[in-house]
């Protein structure tokens, strides 16, 4: 792994003519590290996040108004009392994913969250990917949003057309569109609050929150209290707790599970945060569990008070203490889901620009949206682009029918993190980008380790035929040497010695390529089992036995992969793999190959249209990265060196990784 491997690998970093093959795809950046922040010449974000601002982040950005109507779409349709435990489960499954950015957030704690991770482990093409994916995600998800503030704020003034006209939505004849004043007033406004700067906005945002988590516990306890006069009449329905069965529980999980989506805005968040290592894993897990908590009580208070069959399905909550003489409670219910909104509104707009900010330190977008702003410390370009183009669309269109693909984007993100920890556990990188500039230095390690390894082969006995003793001294083991030379007999036994130590190296180098050569061969298994058994088993145009066959197929490249995963051990690089002290993921390999099967079966089942608009958008993505990302990235020129050369070359040189 010398001079020879540094020069293959300056090929597959894809400059000029060569960056149209596949290398440019599969190049990989330099994992964080305190070496490597040192040398970036882009300007840091603000340091100044903690545990509390990151559960408020979290926990505003996940719990949405979708909670105030959704406990009772999936209780009429698919769970019944059972609601609870559907909530347990999708909390269950979203935690799988949160576990894998745990680890990765604490590891590499950069901006830019699922985009970083991949490029790091998995490799530039489907970073890319991931990182429009998430943009569309953002937009189209921030729009929605605000979209729905207005038909919800509406009631405080007494009905949908009591708006006043400068926030009333309007019908423009000839275009039939239908425009929505109040949407892109408020996605402005969040937009300007985010460039105040991410102390300002995050404490904004913990006050929303917890007013939100307020009228939470308001609808518990009152709920409670009714429920104990009333005896819990929901739970005396005569079709027991599973009237749809356990598939309908399961059901109805899988449709809650996208309730939990919002909690990967803390990830985003990693480069402001004072102690990540700490902090970002307490922040993910402790948001998640209070989002878990919430949910399961609030069902149990609803489904327990109106029976399941007779709850509103598009106001279930006030309707239920409606029913129970509590009218006022529409209100409170009303300002719940108003600030839910706005809050979910500030957690979808904070990742974007610094997902684009990512981008474009990395030369796959124009630098225009890595400019941080000296005064405020946050990349307020990037800020006000995505506040406008979010504000646009929640004015003009009627975002509803996109609403699927913000899924797609957050789903394909949960999936390549739990890939990457598969990655980073059984073959991280092991090899480091260096610049070009760098070529001296480079050649010159390079150099000594292969004059090293000659050497060292010499003396083990290592030969060719121009290698062959003379004066009747071998190098080889078993040297027979004359007692009257006992100098020569104690050089040629630590030669020997020696030849021993670097042959010994070489089988246990043999054994470590040969070892990631099958997790490699065995993670692929893994995806691609996963994708034939959840494509199958969804599948309803599939004759019967061509679905069971494929099920199996998948189903056996899928255990075959876990089993070989499970058998082999993982790579000693994972401990020196960015930053340590930080959280491990458990469970391993168990736990992310759970939470690619389950993501997996969720994308495949979003629906033939939703993946059809976003394959166009993401069509659209790979038209600008072949005609700007793939010739503008910091990875165009570089060379890739083994990583037991790297810190020898860094150490020799002035100069400093791209």
Request: neutral net charge; proline residues 4%.
């Amino acid at each position: 792994m010398g001079l020879e491997e540094g020069t293959s690998s300056q090929e597959r970093g894809g400059g000029g003519g060569r960056g149209w093959g596949m290398r440019c795809l599969v190049r990989r950046k330099q994992v964080d590290s305190d070496r490597v922040k040192a040398g970036e010449r882009h300007q840091q974000l603000n340091k100044i996040l903690s545990i509390p601002q990151l559960i408020a982040i979290g926990v505003g950005s996940t719990i949405g108004a979708g909670v105030y109507v959704l406990v009772g779409t999936v209780a009429r349709e698919h769970a019944g009392p059972a609601l609870t435990i559907s909530f347990l489960i999708a909390g269950i499954a979203a935690a799988l994913s949160a576990f894998c950015y745990a680890e990765l957030a604490s590891r590499c704690p950069s901006a830019g969250s699922a985009y970083h991770y991949s490029y790091i482990c998995v490799g530039e093409g489907v970073a890319w990917l991931i990182g429009w994916a998430l943009i569309l995600e953002y937009t189209v998800g921030g729009s929605a949003v605000a979209r729905g503030i207005s038909p919800n704020l509406a009631l405080f003034f007494g009905g949908q057309d009591s708006l006043p006209f400068f926030l009333a939505r309007a019908h423009i004849p000839g275009l039939d569109i239908v425009v929505d004043p109040c949407a892109a007033i408020l996605a402005l406004t969040v937009t300007g609050l985010l460039c105040m700067g991410i102390k300002e906005s995050s404490s904004v945002q913990a006050v929303v929150t917890a007013a939100n988590v307020c009228v939470m516990l308001f609808v518990i306890i009152a709920g409670g209290y009714i429920g104990f006069h009333t005896g819990w009449v929901g739970y005396s329905v005569s079709s027991g707790y599973f009237p749809y069965g356990v598939n309908g529980m399961l059901a109805g999980s899988a449709t809650v599970f996208f309730a939990y989506i919002g909690f990967d805005s803390v990830a985003s968040t990693a480069e402001e945060v004072k102690n990540p290592q700490r902090d970002l894993p307490w922040g993910i897990g402790t948001a998640l569990s209070i989002c878990c908590f919430l949910y399961m009580m609030v069902s149990i208070v609803i489904v327990g008070i109106v029976p399941y069959f007779a709850i509103d399905p598009d106001t279930p909550i006030s309707s239920a203490f409606a029913r129970h003489g509590m009218h006022w409670a529409m209100y409170i219910v009303t300002t719940g889901a108003v600030l839910a909104l706005c809050s979910t509104l500030m957690g979808s707009i904070l990742p974007q620009p610094r997902i684009l900010m990512s981008m474009a330190r990395d030369g796959l977008l124009p630098p225009f949206f890595s400019d941080v702003n000296k005064q405020t410390q946050v990349p307020v370009k990037s800020t006000i682009l995505t506040g406008i183009c979010a504000a646009s669309l929640a004015f003009f269109m009627d975002v509803s029918q996109l609403a699927g693909m913000v899924s797609v984007g957050t789903l394909l993100a949960f999936t390549i993190v739990a890939i990457s920890i598969l990655i980073l556990r059984y073959v991280p990188p092991d090899e480091v980008p260096l610049p070009s500039s760098l070529q001296e230095s480079i050649d010159s390690i390079s150099l000594h380790y292969d004059s090293q390894e000659i050497k060292t082969k010499d003396i083990a006995g290592v030969e060719t035929d121009s290698q062959k003793p003379q004066g009747g001294i071998s190098r080889a083991k078993g040297v027979e040497v004359s007692a009257e030379y006992p100098l020569i007999m104690k050089e040629l036994n630590q030669v020997s010695c020696s030849g021993s130590n670097f042959l010994m190296h070489v089988a246990d180098k043999l054994d470590e390529q040969v070892r990631r050569k099958r997790a490699a061969l065995s993670i692929a298994s893994v995806c691609i089992g996963v994708v034939i058994l959840t494509f199958s088993a969804s599948a309803t145009f599939l004759a019967a036995y061509i679905s069971y066959l494929a099920c199996f197929i998948g189903g056996l490249l899928l255990l075959a992969g876990l089993g070989v995963l499970s058998w082999i051990d993982q790579d000693n690089g994972r401990h020196s793999f960015g930053y340590s002290g930080g959280f491990i993921c458990p469970f391993i390999p168990f736990l992310p190959i759970m939470s690619i099967l389950i993501n997996t079966y969720l994308l495949v089942n979003l629906g033939t249209g939703t993946w059809i608009r976003v394959s166009v958008w993401l069509v659209i993505g790979v038209f600008v990265y072949i005609f700007y990302g793939r010739t503008h990235s910091s990875l165009t020129d570089v060379v890739y060196v083994p990583l037991a050369h790297a810190d020898k070359i860094q150490r020799t040189s002035s100069e400093f990784v791209a």
